[in-house]
């Protein structure tokens, strides 16, 4: 068992890991708990009941029965089949029958999507797709800020890009945000060719001398300069709605205000659908202290670039919404959250406690938390009451309230091994050695929450599915009713004019 555990650490892809996995799985008898239905984990005697219906209706070809069966309830964690504590077992997936569900009810999806018979008919099916989508939600990928440590995102993007499974709703702050922009710029091929491991290296690292692999004194740190060019590199110049029409990707990024009076923003093409990306990014990046705030440039009318909020200026999005989860949920109906944490400010402190049964110290480190939030709050409380005078005190109370009282985790948590890092090294340039250390980090942290991921979205990525082909058909009918329409309504024109000609 230790031998397999210490091999599975050293993975160098996810098909060595995934077999490792099953082997460890087979060993240490997680394989039959997979198989045994029993557990206090979730409600499994309702999702055995569920099965067992969506089965026998597809059996006797009850169309209409398997609807109304669907109808009673398709959402992500009927009976808590969704708690990542029921992944965190076994190595490799989880609970079969939750496995058998998910694929029942796909199956099912893919039947009534394929029906030539008019029982249910065409709209009744369409209407029933549209609230199935609604109900059941999206996933969305969202990265965090982490300066260099930004890096492992392109490990977690690898690894979920090679399975098919990135979601079209991503979100980034501050390094975040570069990788976000560069998901959502670049076609899926595009995107294959930007994660090939020679590509990375060409596009990632800076062109400085290296002596013995490691790079010079005289190697410059990460300045201003270096990185809007590392940026432009990166990331064409283009708007959120080209970037949009380009991929379908919708991506959000987040910036933080400079003024004390202002809030927080996520831009994307749906509330700054003209702002340049590029701009966007810069502004995400600009770590307070370091980097000076940006203002952000939009295209006008005339297609020509043009300050955006001219009065101002922009900070590192990782200040005040590191993960902007409300926000995704009102834009995009996003109910699911898969995140990759990097943020070194919260890093060393961060316990992914929704794969932990609740225990004594669970609740402890919940309680140590909210306590230090009560704090931060009051502190920021006095410092705007007594330093009325002080902006600078005042925005830099503002920040520590922000950071302390935001929330780092979401459904699905994907975090680096390593939760200490030099922070001097944090804006430097990278070897080759450490940017292969990154990736390859950032892919093995994902390797074990594939299958949690693949359960997690497969219903919603095939309604998604579904409903772009039937929203095209529906597009397709109407059109053809408006042509028969409108040939009627010529034919008729035609005859009234003889009738009048003829009087």
Known sequence: MKKLEDKLRHATSYEEWKALAKEHDRCSGREHWKKVDKTSLYDYASIRSRLERLRYFRENDDNIGLLFSLNEGIHGNMGGMGKPVLYARAKFGTKQLVHDYVDAINDSLDHLAQLDSDHPNFLERLDFFRRANKCYGKSALMLSGGAVLGNFHVGVVKAMVEQDLLPDVISGSSAGSLIAAVLGTRTDDELKHFLDADNLRKVLLAEVELVNGRLTESSPRINHQLLKEKIAKLVPDVTFQEAFEMTGRHINISISPSDVHQTSRLLNAIASPNVYIRKAVLASCAVPGIYPPVMLEAKNV???????????????????DDLPAKRLARLYGVNHFIVSQTNPIVLWALHDSKSENSGLLTSLRQLGGRTIKEVSKVGSSVARKYFKNSPRVRRMSNIIYSVINQEYTGDINIIPRYRFFD????????????????????????????????????ISRKLAQILELYEEEEFSRLSNSKAKFKGKSHHLGAELTRHNVSA
Do not use: C, N
């Not at 020509?304 to 922009?314: D, E, F, K, S, V």
């Open 423 to 458: 922070p001097r090294k944090l804006l430097t340039e990278l070897t080759p050695k450490e940017l292969q250390f990154y990736i390859l980090e950032g892919e093995r942290a994902t390797w074990p929450k594939l299958e949690m991921i693949r359960a997690s979205t497969k």
């Open 302 to 320: 005339h297609g020509h670039p043009q300050p955006y909020l001219a009065t101002r200026r922009w900070i590192d999005g990782s200040v005040s």
